[in-house]
């Protein structure tokens, strides 16, 4: 089945402890991204990366950190997590740019729920 | 630079009337145009997509919107709402190369959808 996931679910932390949430694809898509959604925002993206070794900062970059050494994972990292980062996370995938021009849509994993205390 | 603002942040409708979901957005380029729907405790669910194509867009559930660019607009509709429609309904766009951004969401702030018999 062709999906995106992530581990863990749900994770609750404190502050200053180094933590990372995993997210995997099965589809060979060549874009992943990190969102996290907080209420009355939508989601906001955190990091992206176009391919491998090739990563870029979004709209809300700090005190995250990426890698992606492979082409289906893209671990998210806070290296020293604090309570602003309570939220829910959402990895996504997809192939990037469509035949006509437009994008193609953007496979969600099922997302991370983080509480930082 | 490109936005999207939902109208609505809550809409309650009675099973068997019609849903509207609206949505302006803003975009000096061509835009690709999403609609996405988060049910309870799940992750995001692509809905239909808008990539310059037919301006009107039929998705998933009986969904469909449709895109209009003089007005900026791309309200979602559905002619009866069932109670499984319950969710939380995000319009987004993608940003284009041109725009400073690649293939990164846009995502409004999200309408919630209530259902009731």
């Known amino acids: 089945e062709a999906q995106v996931t992530q581990n863990p679910r749900y994770l609750i932390t404190v502050t200053g402890k180094k933590l990372t949430v995993t997210c995997s694809q099965n589809?060979?898509?060549?874009?992943m991204s990190w969102y996290r959604q907080d209420p009355g925002l939508g989601l906001r993206q955190i990091y992206y990366?176009?391919?491998?070794?090739?990563?870029d900062k979004g709209d809300v970059p700090e005190g995250y950190k990426v890698s992606r050494k492979e082409k289906r994972n893209f671990p998210l990292i806070l290296e020293s997590p604090s309570p602003n980062q309570t939220s829910l996370y959402f990895c996504?995938?997809?192939?990037?740019?469509?035949?006509?021009?437009?994008?193609?849509?953007?496979?969600f994993g099922p997302g991370t729920r983080l509480t930082v205390l | 630079a490109q936005s999207v603002t939902q109208l609505d942040s809550h809409v309650s409708v009675s099973e068997g009337t019609p849903v509207l979901l609206r949505c302006n957005y803003s975009?000096?380029?061509?835009?690709?145009l999403f609609w996405y729907v988060q049910h309870p405790n799940k992750g995001l669910q692509l809905l239909l997509k808008?990539?310059?194509?037919?301006?009107l867009v039929k998705g998933i559930n009986g969904f469909e919107a449709e895109f209009k660019k003089s007005e900026t607009s791309f309200h979602l509709t559905k002619p009866s709402a069932h109670m499984s429609d319950a969710a939380e309904y995000f319009c987004?766009?993608?940003?284009?190369?041109?725009?400073?951004?690649?293939?990164?969401?846009?995502f409004g702030a999200g309408t919630r959808l209530a259902a009731h018999p």
């Open positions: 990366s176009m391919n491998v070794e090739v990563t």
């Open positions: 975009s000096s380029y061509s835009p690709s």
């Open positions: 589809m060979n898509h060549e874009y």
């Open positions: 987004v766009v993608s940003s284009s190369a041109q725009a400073g951004g690649y293939n990164k969401l846009i």
């Open positions: 996504a995938s997809s192939t990037g740019l469509a035949l006509n021009g437009g994008y193609n849509e953007q496979f």
């Open positions: 808008y990539t310059s194509a037919a301006t």
